[in-house]
């Protein structure tokens, strides 16, 4: 069992900033892929960032340039720099992980509880 915590969401004004983290604990064996997705109102869910093991990221064209996503290995952790916020980057921000528990286990996703993240002036 993995449980992800996230921390860093808020209200900003825009072309403020904000930094997400999330961090995995439990039965850990390797952290894979992690990435930031969110979620606005009547929108689906959508991949904002993401992160290999080896550092390889991925970004949602409406934010390159403007968010940075990292990891710690060490922590177990995840983070999402964000600067430069526009209003349409007001979602539900979900941190996802994939675990492998044990060397013979497969690879299982784990989802953030949410964390809210509101850009107003």
């Known amino acids: 069992q993995v449980q992800l915590v996230e921390s860093g969401g808020g209200l900003v004004q825009p072309g403020g900033s904000l930094r997400l983290s999330c961090a995995a604990s439990?039965?850990?064996?390797?952290?894979?892929?992690m990435g930031w997705y969110r979620q606005a109102p009547g929108k689906q869910r959508e991949l904002v960032a993401d992160?290999?093991?080896?550092?390889?990221?991925n970004y949602a064209d409406s934010v390159k340039g403007r968010f940075t996503i990292s990891r710690d290995n060490a922590k177990n952790t995840v983070y999402l720099q964000m600067n430069s916020l526009k209003p349409e980057d007001t979602a539900v921000y979900y941190c996802?992980?994939?675990?492998?528990?044990?060397?013979?286990?497969?690879?299982?996703?784990?989802w953030g509880q949410g964390t809210q993240v509101t850009v107003s002036s």
């Open positions: 996802n992980v994939n675990v492998k528990a044990y060397s013979g286990s497969l690879t299982r996703s784990y």
């Open positions: 992160i290999t093991r080896a550092a390889s990221t």
């Open positions: 439990g039965t850990i064996f390797s952290i894979y892929t």
